[in-house]
């Protein structure tokens, strides 16, 4: 049926609804029938097809390749499977095990983040209104619709209060159109064009003014937007800044790591050569296939595959614990842009404030009178002992019930038969009502604004002319409350009101002044100690209101953002400054008063242009556009639109000022334990690198300059490994990838919100951390290869070697200081300056990846069949001793660097 071609009466009828909407058993009946309100979503992979893109990786491939080769080459020589060729299967499958596990967690975050961030509608069901997730909607629901919203199905409009919606998803047209209720084209075959349907509301449309009630004709697939849901439901996955640096570091170690295997595969064959590794018969397939073997498995060891995994995994547990601090991530980028914010611009209300007001004083000649006016003139819905409404309202009408006037008393005397809508731009509203037969106005607002509509004034029994002297009278009681922070509003009346107007514009004129009420919200207790850490963080907060310069200079006194009035401007001598000028003086400002919505977007470019990082909060429908120019943009969960939702980077379920500055230092700290991890895994990657390439080149030349002589071929071919592949891919599987996960659970260092901003531009490496990677590899290296020269030399000594084959102590020695060393270097990693001696609290996290690492890697050494796969020595106390002693040895070691590094800083 075209609904927009029938009366509402046809509308209701048809689907099977009222004015009072469907009941509860009803409208779940037909949610079971029909299914959600939501469009059709992508199909997600299949575990197997995630499994299978996790063998994708070119240097898993390699790997699988080498383990081929390995295992055709063993059956060619009659020697059956190598072990090698186990473990290397056994760490691939693991690996993508891991991946896809990975993978199905974070797609389970980000649907957990959605629904608490999902839409939610305003519905009457059974003749009372309710609030639920707008996925619940059926048809025949009866929806209510304000400023703000976002039009949750597609509905049939049959109350319309000057009700705009902006079409530009469905239409193109970027220009809100008016709402009507009639029927179109009644009588008419031809059809009504989509942006001409003025009595319907299609979903995702949003209502930029007014308010209206409809019936929802559509739901799901079904709607307009169903129709184009190909091309919505195309889901767009989208890296960090951080996850695309990674990738671009990735790629380029990739390079450089297969440059260096091709390079030792080549020495590697050339020193057989001249050793005389191919003259034996059928010695050139082996040697080929063990120097192809190292060179693979380094490619694939030394490559840190797994930093996008602990990357995503950081994020999805910081974004978990900040929704559970009432810090909504609805955009991963966020995360990494909270660290280096330097500016914060917040709304006052219900923000820096409680957002609960209360009326505590009035100007007036006739209370009885200003508490009826404003009751009336308000939006708020009195449930029982509930008052429900904007805040601001509801303290009015809870100031009308202190005097025993009940709004819902006072409707059914005074009925609303007309109304102009309050907006941002006229700041006020406007109500009529049929007192017994005479139509009454009243008009509430601004002072200032509604103030300069009157020409009269109530003296407490007549209406008489305004005169310049009760205009001071008004404007000096206007400035004491406004002196004390008290929010002030101005209530006006017109008898013989009419009910047709065109704008709002023309009733608001010629008005009868009868009051003001002047009404507090308190500061909320917890915002003055984050302005303080906001100082100390290097972060600028700045005040924007709507308010009176005078209250916003009060509250702002007392939050501790300024000390002098100076430091505030208002919107009027906003408007009236150029861009260049404006420019040039936004550091002198940090209150910001009477602002219109657009001023905010102008607030945001001038500090963009000051190159700062900006974040910005907003719950009204005009504060979309600078909530989106924001780097940072912050919605407001209580009392913000689903269009600010929509465009925010981050919703706070609380509107607390407070809460965007723990997100702050919740942002720095998970970005500080990706650096951490990076740095660790970075750091091992390199050692792995340093010590094959030493070992496969130099390794002959140090074992002779400490005593080895060469009987026949005990320092030639592969007799100098210091470690296999297998041992590669057990440090990147057990001994990295634990400690890793560890570091993005550290705790944020005592220091984290008592520094500047980072820079937005900082690249992975910045701040020392390339030196840091480069020297704690080299350091790394140094031990493991220490561990193997003294294991050789001892056994060499000992007689223990056998020609042609690898010394299996001095690589077990090696193997479990390298272990070893990773553990305790994760411990170093906890900080990048401080001594981890000082830290306030523990990481067990690291503890028991230590403890697990350490028996692991134990079995791995002292269980027999276990030690004969992976060619290791049973060590004696003595040599299991010295491994550890080399390994713990890096703790020291890194303190010191750390301690020259913090005096080398203390003297810049």
Not at 441 to 460: H, I, N, R
């Amino acid at each position: 049926m075209k609904f927009y071609l029938e009366s509402a009466e046809t509308v209701f009828n048809e689907v099977g609804s009222s004015e009072n909407g469907l009941s509860e058993q009803e409208a779940l009946a037909r949610l079971e029938k029909n299914g959600k309100n939501k469009l059709d979503e992508g199909k997600k992979d299949s575990l197997l097809k995630k499994f299978v893109d996790q063998l994708k990786d070119p240097m898993i491939i390699m790997l699988i390749v080498a383990a081929a080769i390995s295992c055709v080459t063993g059956f060619l020589k009659g020697e059956g499977l190598d072990a090698d060729v186990f473990i290397i299967l056994f760490v691939v499958i693991v690996n993508a095990v891991l991946g896809v596990y990975q993978e199905s967690k974070a797609e389970a975050a980000i649907e957990a983040l959605q629904k608490m961030s999902a839409a939610k509608s305003k519905v009457i069901r059974g003749g009372k209104m309710q609030i639920i997730h707008s996925e619940d909607l059926v048809v025949g629901d009866v929806i209510v619709l304000e400023a703000g919203d976002s039009v949750p199905a597609d509905a049939r409009i049959f109350e319309s209060a000057s009700m705009k919606i902006e079409e530009a998803a469905l239409t193109g047209e970027s220009v809100p159109v008016n709402k009507a209720i009639k029927a179109l084209g009644l009588g008419s075959e031809d059809d009504v064009p989509l942006g001409d349907r003025k009595n319907m509301a299609y979903m995702g449309s949003s209502v930029v003014y007014g308010r209206g009630t409809a019936v929802v004709t559509a739901t799901g697939m079904d709607t307009e937007m169903g129709k184009i849901a190909d091309a919505l439901a195309k889901a767009e996955d989208s890296e960090t800044p951080l996850q695309k640096k990674l990738n671009q570091l990735s790629k380029i170690l990739s390079v450089i790591v297969i440059i260096i295997c091709v390079a030792i595969f080549a020495i590697q064959l050339i020193a057989d050569y001249f050793n005389g590794a191919f003259s034996q018969s059928g010695a050139v397939l082996e040697t080929v296939l063990e120097c192809f073997m190292i060179a693979v498995s380094l490619a694939v060891a030394a490559i840190p595959e797994g930093l996008a995994a602990v990357v995503t995994i950081v994020l999805s547990i910081g974004v978990t614990n900040m929704s559970k601090k009432n810090a909504v991530i609805r955009k991963l980028t966020a995360v990494e842009t909270l660290g280096c914010a330097q500016i914060i611009c917040s709304d006052k209300t219900g923000t820096l404030t409680q957002n609960k007001m209360t009326v505590v004083e009035e100007f007036t000649k006739d209370k009885t009178l200003l508490a009826q006016g404003m009751s009336l003139c308000t939006d708020v819905k009195v449930e029982g002992e509930e008052v429900l409404g904007e805040p601001t309202e509801v303290a009015l009408v809870n100031y009308a019930l202190s005097m025993d006037m009940n709004k819902n008393d006072l409707q059914k005397s005074m009925p609303r038969v007309a109304e102009a809508p309050f907006d941002s731009g006229r700041k006020m509203m406007s109500t009529i009502h049929d007192a017994q037969g005479k139509l009454v106005q009243y008009t509430k607002g601004a002072p200032d604004v509604v103030l300069a509509l009157c020409t009269k004034y109530f003296d407490g029994e007549k209406a008489v002319d305004m005169t310049y002297a009760l205009r001071e009278e008004i404007a000096a009681a206007n400035k004491q409350m406004a002196d004390r922070a008290f929010r002030v509003l101005c209530l006006a009346m017109k008898e013989d009101a009419v009910t047709e107007f065109t704008e709002p514009t023309d009733i608001e004129k010629e008005l009868t002044f009868v009051g003001l009420t002047g009404m507090i919200d308190p500061v909320r207790p917890e915002v003055k100690d984050a302005i303080i850490e906001c100082n100390e963080a290097g972060i600028r907060p700045i005040m924007i209101t709507g308010d009176h310069r005078d209250t916003a200079v009060a509250i702002a006194k007392e939050l501790g953002i300024i000390d002098d009035e100076s430091a505030s401007l208002t919107g009027a001598a906003l408007s009236k400054m150029s861009d260049e000028e404006f420019d040039a003086n936004v550091e002198k400002y940090s209150v910001y008063a009477r602002v219109q919505p657009e001023h905010k977007t102008r607030i945001v470019n001038a500090w963009h242009k000051k190159g700062m990082v900006t974040a910005m909060t907003g719950d009204g429908v005009n504060d979309a556009p600078s909530i989106k120019s924001a780097d940072i943009g912050v919605g407001m969960g209580i009392t913000g639109t689903d269009v600010t939702k929509n465009v925010a980077d981050m919703v706070l379920s609380d509107d607390n000022f407070a809460t965007i500055v723990h997100a702050v230092g919740e942002g720095r700290r998970i970005y500080d334990n990706i650096r951490k991890a990076i740095q660790f895994l970075l750091s091992s990657n390199l050692s792995e690198v340093l010590i094959i390439l030493i070992g496969t080149v130099f390794m002959g030349l140090i074992l002779k300059a400490f005593g080895v002589t060469d009987n026949g071929a005990l320092l030639a071919g592969t007799a100098t490994t210091v470690l296999l592949p297998t041992h590669l891919l057990w440090i990147n599987l057990v001994t990295d990838c634990f400690p890793a996960l560890a570091l993005g659970l550290e705790k944020a260092e005592p220091n984290i919100m008592k520094r500047k901003p980072r820079s937005s531009s900082d690249g992975i490496f910045a701040q020392g951390m390339g030196v840091d990677v480069l020297y704690q590899g080299i350091i790394v290296t140094i031990l493991t290869l220490s561990a193997y020269v003294i294991g050789y030399v001892d056994a060499f000594n000992e007689g223990l070697l056998v020609s042609g084959e690898t010394c299996k102590l001095a690589m077990t020695m090696a193997f479990l200081t390298m272990s070893m060393c990773e553990i305790f270097h994760s411990f170093n990693m906890r900080s990048q300056r401080q001594s981890i001696f000082k830290l306030p609290t523990q990481n067990w996290a690291i503890w028991g990846s230590m403890v697990l690492s350490l028996i692991l890697t134990g079995l791995v050494i002292e269980i027999k069949p276990i030690a004969n796969m992976f060619n290791f020595y049973n060590l004696d106390w003595k040599h299991y001793l010295i491994a550890m002693a080399l390994a713990i040895s890096i703790i020291p070691i890194v303190e010191i660097v750390k301690a020259c590094q913090r005096a080398a800083s203390k003297n810049k």
